[in-house]
């Protein structure tokens, strides 16, 4: 996923929480999540000239801005975890995102680095990896703690976005697997790509059991599926090789950046009418991570189910059709085992 798909996601996550009703926030609060905002946006630049760097060929401008980035995202991390602790949970929400978001391009882009420059710069990417994935996971941790204290009406935005962030994007997974196939990493860095790749597999198995009891907050119409895609992973956890599993959190994504929130309108101070593709740029994979058509077919079906058609047999009749479609998906990429049943 691009990094500026990664930007457009954290300004449609502002603006959909800020539409959300809330109490009025103390100038504490808003001067902390204009600071946050402020760390992000330079670790961004900092992380596009460390590309830009390492194309170049320019390991002292790759290393000098693997700094900046890693400073201002722990900068911006420190200041949203602080907010979590505050009155404001909607505004320390909206931190929290844009800090995750923040720490995913930077994991993103220092592991399709890592194989691409040597020396020290790639030393310092490789070393960069680990810390980085524990920080993005402690955010999105207690980004999930304040699920039970924001508004009801924020809260299935939320919950969208907390499992977008916690199951969604295996490209570090498949950067690091790609980069350790190559056979092109020195030792010593390929034995510290290896330990950043299990903890980062790790973290993903770990958030597919988690995410579980926050599924009745998200909309009805897709607690089944994700349900279901959840029940079966987990059943088969330890197992699932990086390409399976980006093409398991593509699945989840297509679902997710499907979703709307109906009932109200941004006008009358609340929720957008449409969440989009909000989640489409958290999760990374996406339709292009499906075999076949499946993407298309997904899409079609979920936007018959939120108002983008109509479809034969009603509400039922679809989710039916996309059970039974993941069914078939995952059927096949886990051996022809039978997907269990969503809970009813």
Do not use: C, F, H, Y
């Given at each position: 996923m691009s990094h500026s798909h990664r930007l457009v996601v954290a300004i449609a996550v502002l603006a959909a929480l800020v539409a959300a009703p809330t109490a009025a926030s103390a100038k504490s609060s808003t001067a902390s999540a204009a600071a946050v905002q402020a760390h992000v946006v330079k670790a961004k630049k900092a992380v596009k000239r460390m590309n830009r760097a390492a194309k170049a060929g320019d390991r002292a401008g790759v290393i000098r801005q693997?700094?900046?980035?890693?400073?201002?995202?722990?900068?911006?991390?420190?200041?949203?975890?602080?907010?979590?602790?505050?009155?404001?949970?909607?505004?320390?929400a909206r931190a929290l995102t844009l800090t995750s978001l923040s720490y995913e391009q930077l994991i993103a882009s220092i592991s399709q680095l890592v194989d691409q420059v040597t020396g020290q710069a790639q030393?310092?990417?490789?070393?960069?990896?680990?810390?980085?994935?524990?920080?993005?996971?402690?955010?999105?941790?207690?980004?999930?703690?304040?699920?039970?204290?924001?508004?009801?009406?924020?809260?299935?935005?939320?919950?969208?976005?907390?499992?977008?962030?916690?199951?969604?994007?295996?490209?570090?997974?498949?950067?690091?697997?790609?980069?350790?196939?190559?056979?092109?990493?020195?030792?010593?860095?390929s034995a510290i790509v290896q330990q950043a790749l299990a903890l980062a597999t790790q973290y993903i198995d770990m958030a597919f059991s988690a995410i579980k009891a926050?599924?009745?907050?998200?909309?009805?119409?897709?607690?089944?599926?994700?349900?279901?895609?959840l029940n079966l992973v987990t059943n088969t956890v330890g197992t699932i090789v990086p390409t399976v599993l980006r093409t398991v959190t593509g699945l989840i994504d297509t679902i997710l950046g499907s979703l709307p929130f109906i009932g109200t309108s941004a006008g009358a101070g609340g929720i957008p009418s449409s969440f989009g593709g909000l989640l489409g740029g958290v999760t990374g994979g996406g339709q292009n991570a499906l075999p076949g058509d499946s993407g298309n077919i997904l899409t079609d079906l979920l936007s018959s189910l939120f108002g983008g058609g109509s479809t034969a047999g009603g509400i039922g009749g679809i989710i039916s059709s996309i059970i039974g479609l993941i069914s078939n998906l995952l059927g096949a990429l886990f051996g022809g085992q039978a997907a269990p049943a969503p809970a009813a």
């Open positions: 693997l700094r900046v980035a890693r400073t201002q995202t722990a900068a911006a991390s420190r200041k949203a975890r602080a907010m979590a602790s505050g009155s404001d949970s909607t505004s320390a030393t310092l990417l490789a070393r960069a990896i680990k810390p980085s994935l524990a920080d993005q996971a402690q955010v999105t941790a207690i980004l999930a703690s304040l699920l039970d204290d924001v508004p009801a009406s924020v809260q299935p935005i939320l919950a969208s976005i907390v499992t977008g962030l916690a199951v969604g994007d295996a490209d570090e997974v498949t950067n690091m697997d790609a980069a350790i196939r190559s056979g092109e990493l020195p030792a010593n860095v926050i599924v009745p907050m998200l909309p009805a119409a897709v607690q089944g599926p994700i349900l279901q895609i």
